[in-house]
């Protein structure tokens, strides 16, 4: 596949699942919806486990621009594969419209503009490694200001304990392009994304960050305002994110 860099438009799915249906859609997902969707011009950045909630499955779907969305969605439900295997898919599902429209939050915060190699079907077992998202919300848009802040003081000590950013992004307010898929709108979010070998780095970064002077008196005073939510993810399998 292309560079994951190539695909700034991001989607942030979280599916609540029917008990107990987790593992029959993920081992679904991973052997049928990967290829068939980046065949049709998307990018399957990330699948993942909610270690929070075991009835949650999380992921990232890229796009180039909100027009080839459009497009590539149309090609990919509308096709064999979704015609084929989506109802076995939509059976596992509770509800699938929580998702957020994204967008890098500038010109260098979108994730690497690197090419990553999936495992093959059926041939690696999940990683030990974690992907922390974390998602901020307010009653405006995080403009450059707020951006403006986040690297100068947010990623800063993020990197310091442990963290540093894989990407940050923002609400993309266009159109949906796809009116057939839901997405949230009237929010404004901003979700920075890290990666942890371990639940134990985790733990110590999070640590480190609350014992921090300049966290408590530079970073809280502005972000603890915001309406804050963290996803501990552990990836698929197959996940490009791991």
Known sequence: MAPIGD???IELRQYTLHPGRRDVLIELFDREFVESQEAGGMAVLGQFRDLDDPDRFVWLRGFGDMPSRAEALAGFYGGPVWKAHGPAANATMIDSDNVLLLRPATTRSGFPATAAVRPPIGGATPPPSLVL???YRRDRPFDEAFTDFFDREVRTL???TGAPPLACLRT???ENTFP?????TGENVFVWF???PSQAHLDEH???????????DHVAPVVEPMVLQRLRLAPSAR????
Do not use: G, K, M, Q
Request: glycine share 0%.
């Open 180 to 184: 057939a898929l839901p997405v949230r």
């Open 133 to 135: 998202a974390t998602i």
């Open 158 to 160: 993020l990197t310091a």
């Open 206 to 216: 999070l640590t480190r960050l609350n014992s921090s002077d300049r966290w408590r």
């Open 239 to 242: 996940s490009l994110l791991r």
């Open 194 to 196: 890290a990666r942890f």
């Open 7 to 9: 695909y700034p438009i």
């Open 172 to 174: 993309e307010h266009a």
